[in-house]
């Protein structure tokens, strides 16, 4: 089985000469309509029998085509429901329904917790899982990792497995006709790719998530897609407003899957997203944000736990344009919340990878971070507006 501890054990000491590591899947391909050639790619992998892991909405919307191109490719299939939770008990249900099918490979078709409890279930069948994401919400498809929770949505481990998906395969026809938020989250979760790969690459101590040294080119991948972001957010969110595939969301998609995914990974996470998994022990938080709405909090005060206040000025006046929460506020929380803050802070403070960051992180240092990013946060909304916030929460 995969490690079950949130974070797996450094492959290599500080005391030891490290390597430079980069890790991808080994195909990844993206366009308008792909999902419609899924069976011709598997002939490529000699897959004969496969297993459809969704939901139930994604067995209804985007089964049909899959089955379909499963059959042309004279692959048979079965179905298997995904129910909503990457839990150890949803992992360990579907595993053994499909214990006795003897399928070549699982394909995973859903949004980022439907993907890693994928990968999760696939790994214990000893198969190959191919990625079929429906949203660009998050850098989940490109990673050999999964975010494991509990049956009530907390973050509680995670798994770390020896391969990556085989396929990964974006449809932009269905990412564009999914809601603008899905999208929009993506870009939170995806701009924290530079953010948190720069440090590491800065710092020399610091690992990534596979416990070596980033590459300059993971962090490149994650520059690349900082500037992406910043070019064609905006133009994007407007395509899949008007359920449209343009150059735009094409960019923006594969920054948000592609590029995160392979940029976070190989490039090394730091604050931002030790601040977005503390958020998801506030139940209200939990339940109402998307984990790319919460990495965007993650990215605001690590910036100013670095003290760069322009940058964060620039990010935050970005994520107010396309409707990313700038505010404590705009997360479901208050100032007032003192005991909330401080539990999240001192979460934050404990997260692993914050020693990624070239000094030494107190809960106290997190907690006034996050109140500096909230005063920036609430300067932006009133010189850019929150209109697009809104119009994305209802």
Sequence with gaps: MPATDFFPQPIYSNTQKVP????????????????????????IINVKRAVVYA????????????????????????????PGECSLEAIHTAVEALAAEQ?????????????????????????????????????APCSAVSVVYTPAGVVSAAE?????????VVDTEVVAAAAERYLVAGMGDAMATWYEAKVCLANPHARNVVGARPTV???????????????????????????????????????????????????????????????????AVEKNYLHGEMVAAGVMMQLMLQQDKSEALRVAEFFAAVG????????GMQRSDDDDLRQIAQETADYMFISNLPFEVSADMVYDAVLAADDIGSAVSETVGDKAYRRLQN
């Design 103 to 139: 399928v070549d490979c699982l394909i995973a078709v859903g949004g980022g917790k439907c993907v890693d409890a994928g990968k999760c279930v696939a790994y214990r069948l000893g198969v190959p899982v191919i990625v079929v994401p429906t949203l660009a919400s998050n850098d």
């Design 20 to 43: 430079r590591v980069l890790v991808a899947p080994p195909r990844y391909i993206q366009g308008p309509g792909v999902l419609a050639s899924v069976g011709r790619y598997l002939t």
């Design 55 to 82: 939901s139930t909405r994604g067995l209804a919307e985007q089964g049909p085509v899959l089955r379909s191109s499963l059959q042309e490719a004279q692959i048979s299939s079965l179905d298997c429901r995904f």
């Design 324 to 331: 990313l929460p700038v505010t404590l506020a705009q997360i």
């Design 217 to 283: 080119a993971a962090a490149a991948l994650g520059e690349a897609c900082a500037t992406t972001l910043f070019a064609h957010g905006v133009d994007a969110g407007k395509a899949v407003c008007e359920n449209r595939v343009d150059d735009a969301l094409e960019q923006v998609v594969e920054a948000n899957t592609l590029l995160s995914g392979v940029g976070f990974e190989s490039g090394g996470l730091a604050a931002a997203h030790g601040l977005a998994g503390a958020l998801t022990s506030i139940s």
């Design 160 to 168: 770390f497995f020896p391969d990556h998906p085989a396929f990964v």
